[in-house]
Each structure stands twice: as C-alpha cells, then as structure tokens.
C-alpha cells in the first residue's frame, strides 16, 4: 500500500505531491492537464515506488514565476528538492519535452526516461495535425471563446484522428477538460519581468547525446504527427525501446493506467531500482 500524500511547494513556487518509497519516479504531465492526470495511475505508482507528481508553471497549483525560468530547470529542482536524488522521469505529451531537457542539462540523477506521446520540445517540426490544432485553438482563445478551445484539445488530445467524441470515456473528457480550462484561465506571464530561458541547442536535435535508457510508448490511435516524433526518438536515442499500444490515444497514462503504472514499475525494475518494502 502507498504510504500517505505530502503535498508542498519548492522554494520556486513548484506545487507538487509525494508517495511512496523507494527509488523515485518523477511524473511529468501533459499540455491539455496538470498533476492530478496522474490520479488514475496515483495508487499503482506510488504503491511501488516512491512517486513525485507536480505542475508545471502555467497549470494547476505552481506559482508564476518571478524572474528567469526554464521548464527543465523547474523539474531539476524537483528532482533535487523533491525526490531527494536519482530518479526514473516518466512524461506525457509536453511532459517527456521538458524530461529529455533535464536530462540532457543535468543526466546525472536521471536513471530513466519512460515517454508516453512524445510532443513538447521534442518537435522539430511540427506537421500538419498539429498546426491545424494550434491555429484553431489561437483563434478560439483570441475571440475569447474558452469552451471552444478546451473542445479543440479534447478533439485534438483526447479522441484524436481515428474516433468521434461519443465513443470516447466521458469521465475522461471530463477530466481533461477541466484541467485544461484551469490553464486557460490562469494569466500570462510577463515576459519582461520573467523570461524563459529554453534549453540550448534545443533538446529535439540531441536525442544521440542521451546515454540512459529510454522506454517510448505510442497509441495506435493518436495523431500520425505525435507517433513519428516517438519514432524519430526510438531512431535516434542509443538505448531505446519503442512499444505501439492498440486501441489506446494520446492520453495513454489516463485511459490504461494500470497497463501504464505496470509498464513504467517493470522499467524501474530493469533499471535496477529499489521498491519499497511489502506493508
């Protein structure tokens, strides 16, 4: 049984939740959610390791930031802060952008990267899914119309290309949706008083210099767009695994967790991580 949550802040206003013992896994969510997308998977993970979630700057309970930032720096320090040291880092989505970053700044405390939908900075290029979904969320954000922007995402990141809305959990959509209307209405960051400052050269052109191993996994019904990134990745990282999983989209930690915490628990096994003690 996971041991009971601590929740907290990092001294740079990082919102964040703890369970569990052993070695760490540092969970980082996805661009349409925030911490809680993990809660399906919450009692699996942390049951079997000792599991960090947060959110990052933008969503759900994280501060904004007050001078220069950088997404990958903020996960650092949860690693450092938080998990207290070498941790496996498991991304969804935006999420598995910012864990390769702070892999690549700092690849001592990572032991792992599980990826689920790779997107974030892991795109060089965006192809033309994922163009038309961010110029139609642009132009519904910029009349205002919020409910119409939170649909573009649910089309674009929870059903996907291959299913209509209708066959597709309503719990689900449900949950997304709240998430990603919470982010909606958070304010923008003033650029002048906190700049970001982006990993450089970019993390999508130093997939080689990754040394630690790296488990992708894909949804056979997510956008042709998000599987090629995670292709490219498994191509170009020395020591990865590339799974496909059917019948599964974008938000495959949500709508398989227990296949997803069973997956990403048997990677930290592999990686020689330690689990905690049967209560």
Request: charged share 20%; aromatic share 6%.
């Given at each position: 049984m996971p041991t009971s949550l601590t929740t907290g802040r990092t001294a740079g206003?990082?919102?964040?939740?703890?369970?569990?013992?052993g070695t760490p896994l540092v969970l980082v969510h996805s661009g349409v959610a925030d911490r809680r997308m993990w809660e399906p998977a919450w009692a699996?993970?942390?049951?079997?390791?000792?599991?960090?979630?947060?959110?990052?700057?933008?969503?759900?309970?994280?501060?904004?930031?007050?001078?220069?930032?950088s997404g990958h720096g903020d996960l650092i320090?949860?690693?450092?802060?938080?998990?207290?040291?070498?941790?496996?880092?498991?991304?969804?989505?935006?999420?598995?952008?910012?864990a390769v970053a702070a892999a690549l700044a700092r690849p001592d405390p990572v032991l792992g990267l599980a990826l689920a939908a790779p997107g974030g900075e892991l795109?060089?290029?965006?192809?033309?899914?994922?163009?038309?979904?961010?110029?139609?969320?642009?132009?519904?954000?910029?009349?205002?119309?919020?409910?119409?922007?939170?649909?573009?995402?649910?089309?674009a990141w929870v059903d996907g290309p291959f299913r209509d809305s209708g066959t597709v959990?309503?719990?689900?959509?449900?949950?997304?949706?709240s998430m990603q209307r919470l982010a909606f209405e958070k304010p923008p960051f003033d650029r002048a008083l906190a700049p970001?400052?982006?990993?450089?050269?970019?993390?999508?052109?130093?997939?080689?210099?990754?040394?630690?191993?790296?488990?992708?996994?894909?949804?056979?019904?997510d956008a042709p767009d998000v599987n090629a990134i995670g292709e490219r990745v498994g191509r170009e990282v020395p020591h990865a695994t590339v799974?496909?999983?059917?019948?599964?989209?974008?938000?495959?930690?949500?709508?398989?967790?227990?296949?997803?915490?069973?997956?990403?628990?048997?990677?930290?096994?592999?990686?020689?991580?330690?689990?905690?003690?049967?209560?």
């Amino acid at each position: 049984m996971p041991t009971s949550l601590t929740t907290g802040r990092t001294a740079g206003g990082i919102a964040w939740d703890a369970a569990g013992g052993g070695t760490p896994l540092v969970l980082v969510h996805s661009g349409v959610a925030d911490r809680r997308m993990w809660e399906p998977a919450w009692a699996a993970l942390s049951g079997g390791a000792s599991a960090v979630r947060y959110d990052i700057r933008g969503f759900g309970g994280s501060a904004a930031p007050t001078g220069p930032w950088s997404g990958h720096g903020d996960l650092i320090e949860v690693i450092e802060t938080v998990a207290g040291g070498p941790a496996v880092l498991v991304g969804s989505s935006l999420g598995d952008g910012l864990a390769v970053a702070a892999a690549l700044a700092r690849p001592d405390p990572v032991l792992g990267l599980a990826l689920a939908a790779p997107g974030g900075e892991l795109i060089d290029t965006a192809g033309p899914e994922l163009e038309a979904a961010w110029e139609a969320e642009e132009a519904a954000l910029d009349r205002g119309d919020l409910d119409a922007a939170v649909e573009v995402n649910l089309r674009a990141w929870v059903d996907g290309p291959f299913r209509d809305s209708g066959t597709v959990d309503p719990t689900l959509r449900a949950s997304v949706g709240s998430m990603q209307r919470l982010a909606f209405e958070k304010p923008p960051f003033d650029r002048a008083l906190a700049p970001h400052e982006p990993l450089v050269p970019p993390a999508s052109g130093r997939l080689a210099e990754l040394r630690m191993p790296v488990l992708v996994i894909l949804g056979a019904l997510d956008a042709p767009d998000v599987n090629a990134i995670g292709e490219r990745v498994g191509r170009e990282v020395p020591h990865a695994t590339v799974e496909r999983w059917p019948d599964v989209g974008h938000m495959l930690p949500m709508e398989r967790p227990d296949a997803f915490a069973e997956r990403v628990l048997r990677f930290l096994d592999e990686r020689g991580g330690d689990r905690p003690a049967p209560a």
